[in-house]
C-alpha cells in the first residue's frame, strides 16, 4: 500500500497518518519515489529536498505520537515555488544571476506550511521573474505538461501545476499576480485557487528590496490541487498570521467545512472583447449545467468588462515595472523573459509618478465599485481561464505572435488581481491527455462561495486522478 499512497489526496492522506494507518515516513518515502521516477522528464521539481522531507516525516510521526497534529496538513507531502523562501537554500526565481541568493530563514510561505504540519518535499520551477505565463528559464530550464509536452504548463507557478497534476506531492504553492495559480490550474487540469488578497502571508526575508504597491496589493500566495478539500486545507495552513506582512488582514470563516449553499451565478461564456476558442465556451456551458443541477440559479449575464480591467491591469503594473522589477530583468532576465515583457508593457502610455498615478487609483476605486455592485446581484460569476484552451509551449515568444491577441485572450485571469478579487479555476472538461477548465470569480472575502460552488462542480466531474506523464517523441 505505501508504494501508493502517492495518488492519495492531502485530505485522506492526513486523515490516513492521523488514524495510524500509515505514517508520514510512508506517505513521504512514496512521494519521493514518484518525483524520482517522473520528475526527471518534466523538469517540475528543480530542489530536491530528500534529506529534509524525511527528517521532517520522522519529526511529524514522532510528534503525532506525542500530542497529535500539528495542523490540517500533518505529515502531507506537498512542494512550495522556488520564489517562496527556504531557510538555507536559494531563492532563485528563475534567475541564473539568483542560483546563490540563500535565504537566512522561512518566509511566510514555508513557515506557515510547516506549522500546518506539511513536510516539504521539492521546490517547483518558475520562469525567471516568475512574470511569464509560460514555465521556462535559463538556470532551470523547461517544465513540461503531463499531458501532453506540446503544450505549455501555464506559468508562472508551471512546475507546481504539472508536479501536483502528475502526483509529486498531494498539493502544490504557487502566487498569482495575473494569473500564476489559476493558469497552470487550468493548463494542467486540477483545481487552483486565488485567494482575496492578503489572507496568506507572503514575506521574504531574503528580499533585499520592499515590493512596490501595485505587486504588494495584486500579488496573493495560493495552492494548487487535485481536490477542492486539498485546496482548503491548504489555504487553512497558508493563511496562518505572519506580523512580517504587513498587508495580511485576518482570516473570518473563509476556509471553514464547505456547506452547501447555492446561489445567483452569472454565466459568461462569449465575448466581443477578444478571440473565443469553442471549447472555451463548451466547458463554461457545461459547468453552468452542472451548477444549476446542484442548485444554483445560473444565468446568462455580461458581467462589467474583462477587458477594461485588464487595460487597467496593464497600465498599473505595466508601468511599475518600468520603475522596478522590469530594471531587473533588463539587467538578469533571460532573452525569453525581455520578449515576453515588451509583450506586458509595449504600447502602454507611461504615467508620471505624480497626477498620473494618483488618478490611476482613482480609477482602480470606480472599476472596483463596478465589480461589488455587481457580485450583490450576481455572488459568482463563472467565465474563462483565457478564452483560448491552453497554448502551445513557448507560445507567448513565437514569431509574429499578436500581442493585443495575447493580452485579450488571458483577460479573464489577467484582469481582476489589481483589484483584489479572488478567482479559483476548476477543470470542467479535462480528459487524459486534453486539459481544459473554467475559472469562478468572487466580490473580496467571499472565497467561501468559490469553495462551495467548486465543490458542487468537482461532484459532477468527478475524482482528478494523478496523470502518468507523456513524454517528449
Not at 158 to 179: E, F, K, Y
Not at 256 to 267: F, Q
Not at 396 to 415: H, I, K
Not at 443 to 462: F, S, T
Amino acid at each position: 500500500m505505501s508504494n501508493d499512497l502517492w495518488r492519495l489526496s492531502a485530505a485522506d492522506l492526513a486523515r490516513g497518518i492521523a488514524a495510524g494507518h500509515f505514517t508520514s515516513l510512508e506517505a513521504t518515502e512514496s512521494a519521493l519515489a514518484r518525483m524520482d521516477a517522473v520528475n526527471q522528464p518534466l523538469n517540475a521539481v528543480v530542489d530536491t529536498l530528500h534529506d529534509d522531507a524525511r527528517a521532517a516525516a520522522r519529526a511529524a510521526d514522532a510528534t503525532l505520537r506525542r500530542t497529535g497534529p500539528l495542523g490540517p496538513l500533518h505529515g502531507v507531502p506537498v512542494t512550495v515555488k522556488i520564489n517562496a523562501d527556504y531557510g538555507g537554500r536559494a531563492t532563485t526565481n528563475g534567475v541564473v544571476a539568483y542560483k546563490d541568493h540563500i535565504a537566512p530563514e522561512d518566509g511566510s510561505v514555508v513557515r506557515n506550511l510547516k506549522a500546518g504540519g506539511a513536510v516539504i518535499i521539492g521546490r517547483t520551477n518558475t520562469p525567471c521573474y516568475s512574470m511569464r505565463g509560460f514555465t521556462s528559464n535559463d538556470l532551470h530550464g523547461t517544465t513540461l505538461n503531463p499531458h501532453d509536452p506540446a503544450i505549455t504548463a501555464g506559468g508562472s507557478s508551471g512546475g507546481a501545476g504539472a508536479a501536483t497534476a502528475a502526483g509529486i506531492g498531494a498539493m502544490g504553492h504557487g502566487n498569482d499576480i495575473g494569473g500564476s495559480v489559476r493558469h497552470p490550474a487550468y493548463c494542467n487540469g486540477i483545481y487552483g485557487l486565488r485567494p482575496t488578497a492578503g489572507l496568506a502571508p507572503a514575506f521574504n526575508p531574503s528580499q533585499v528590496a520592499e515590493r512596490l504597491i501595485v505587486s504588494q496589493m495584486a500579488a496573493v500566495q495560493g495552492p494548487l490541487a487535485r481536490t477542492m478539500e486539498d485546496i482548503r486545507l491548504a489555504m487553512q495552513a497558508l493563511s496562518a498570521p505572519d506580523p512580517r506582512d504587513i498587508w495580511q488582514i485576518p482570516v473570518n470563516g473563509e476556509y471553514d467545512p464547505v456547506t452547501h449553499a447555492p446561489c445567483r451565478v452569472a454565466l459568461h461564456a462569449e465575448t466581443d472583447e477578444g478571440p473565443v476558442d469553442p471549447a472555451v465556451s463548451a466547458a463554461i456551458r457545461q459547468a453552468g449545467e452542472m451548477l444549476t443541477d446542484a442548485g444554483y440559479e445560473v444565468v446568462e449575464v455580461t458581467p462589467p468588462s474583462l477587458w477594461e480591467a485588464m487595460e487597467f491591469w496593464l497600465l498599473s503594473l505595466g508601468n511599475e515595472m518600468r520603475a522596478g522589477l522590469g530594471l531587473l530583468m533588463e539587467a538578469h532576465g533571460d532573452w525569453k523573459m525581455k520578449l515576453s515583457y515588451q509583450v506586458l508593457t509595449q504600447g502602454i502610455p507611461e504615467v508620471d509618478t505624480r497626477d498620473g498615478f494618483l488618478k490611476m487609483y482613482a480609477r482602480r476605486s470606480e472599476l472596483l465599485r463596478k465589480w461589488q455592485l455587481f457580485f450583490q446581484d450576481y455572488p459568482l460569476l463563472l467565465t474563462a481561464v483565457t478564452w483560448t484552451r491552453p497554448m502551445p509551449a513557448e507560445h507567448d515568444v513565437s514569431e509574429g505572435l499578436d500581442y493585443d491577441w495575447f493580452r485579450r485572450a488571458t483577460a479573464p485571469m489577467s484582469g481582476t488581481p489589481t483589484l483584489g478579487l479572488p478567482g479559483l479555476s476548476v477543470p470542467v472538461g479535462t480528459v487524459p491527455g486534453v486539459p481544459m477548465g473554467v475559472q469562478l470569480l468572487a466580490g473580496r472575502h467571499q472565497d467561501h462561495r468559490l469553495l462551495q460552488a467548486g465543490v458542487a462542480l468537482e461532484r459532477a466531474i468527478g475524482q482528478i486522478l494523478p496523470v502518468d506523464p507523456v513524454l517528449p517523441t
